[in-house]
């Protein structure tokens, strides 16, 4: 008994078909918009197919479907015959732009992701942040609080209003030496009161 695989009536039927798809193809890379047409009319459904299966979407698959064809009517002087069918050829472009699609779409949502995540996490450091200081401006405020009048002043007119030691001490009418040796106390204190090691 002998095969009669890749022969027969179904396999002829094929070639014929492919043979007309050639044609059709080859009018359309001389600009002929007929010709186009039927051949769009006879190759969509299978791309469309194909592009259905990887994006799972009908309206994405219909967007990939039409730009497989665009290249297909951009490219069809560059089909080869003898390297395929020319619905391989038109699938292999779909799967391209479908798998195109999927990754241009993952790496959007990645980026919207990070974007998302950083700005999350930014706004919960602000956050903490802006706690955190206030919560040492009030221990600062309650700790300057238990400072002598002298070391007060001196420490304030020094730290908050940038004066120098010899600055302050022309303020207050003292020695340098007592603004000095107040502000060395008073800095002390307030070490100790913040628990802040020397």
């Known amino acids: 008994m002998t095969s009669t695989a890749g022969t027969g009536p179904g396999r002829s039927a094929a070639r014929e078909r492919d043979a007309h798809l050639v044609g059709l193809l080859r009018r359309s890379a001389t600009g002929d918009q007929e010709a186009f047409a039927a051949f769009y009319d006879a190759v969509a459904p ?5 592009a259905r299966k990887i994006v ?17 009517w951009r490219s069809a002087e560059r089909f080869d015959p003898d390297r395929g069918s020319v619905v391989g050829w038109v699938c292999s472009i779909t799967h391209r732009r479908a798998v195109d ?5 993952q790496s959007s ?16 450091d602000d956050a903490a942040e802006a706690l955190e ?6 221990r600062v405020t309650e ?44 800095l002390q204190r307030l070490q100790d009161c913040l628990g802040v090691g020397a």
């Open 109 to 124: 949502r990645n980026r919207e992701e990070r974007a998302g995540v950083a700005g999350f996490e930014r706004d919960r």
């Open 143 to 186: 700790c300057l609080g238990t400072l002598t009048g002298l070391e007060y002043e001196a420490v304030t007119q020094a730290y908050y209003g940038g004066l120098t030691y010899r600055q302050v001490a022309e303020r207050l009418g003292a020695k340098l030496a007592t603004v000095k040796s107040r502000m060395r106390s008073a």
């Open 101 to 105: 699609l999927i990754r241009s779409t």
């Open 133 to 138: 200081s206030a919560e040492d401006r009030d």
């Open 56 to 72: 799972r979407d009908a309206d994405l698959a219909a967007d990939v479907t039409q730009e497989a064809l665009v290249d297909v």
């Open 46 to 50: 299978s791309a469309y197919g194909l």
